[in-house]
Nanobody
Framework: QVQLMESGGGLVQPGGSLRLSCTVS????????MGWYQRAPGRERELVAR???????DYRDSVKGRFTISRDNTKNTVYLQMNSLKPEDTAVYYC???????????WGQGTQVTVSS
């Protein structure tokens, strides 16, 4: 059974940094995407960044230059380094793993990120 365990959320002041981690237990087939989504208050869940198992990365425009996604395949872990955080980054962040050989994907439980002074 595949499970995703997220960590690293919290409260940070504007301009600060946080690093989210998501470790996957269980077997995930390749190729696959590992990524992060956010659900801000009153909004739908939206893609923040994703990284393919071949290393190709996609970012949402609003986080380009501020967020960096990476993955360590030896640890089955995906990271999201978030710098220069803004109040509008406040959201619940969800880890997602999508194997391209199956229909559907796996989700973490979500971790709250609050950017406020």
């Amino acid at each position: 059974q595949v499970q995703l365990m997220e960590s690293g959320g919290g409260l940070v002041q504007p301009g600060g940094s946080l690093r989210l981690s998501c470790t996957v237990s269980g077997s995930i087939s390749s190729p696959n995407y590992m990524g992060w989504y956010q659900r801000a208050p009153g909004r739908e869940r939206e893609l923040v960044a994703r990284i393919h198992s071949n290393g190709v990365i996609d970012y949402r425009d609003s986080v380009k230059g501020r967020f960096t996604i990476s993955r360590d395949n030896t640890k089955n872990t995906v990271y999201l380094q978030m710098n220069s955080l803004k109040p509008e980054d406040t959201a619940v962040y969800y880890c997602n793993v999508r194997p391209l050989t199956i229909i559907g994907s796996y989700w973490g439980q979500g971790t709250q990120v609050t950017v406020s002074s």
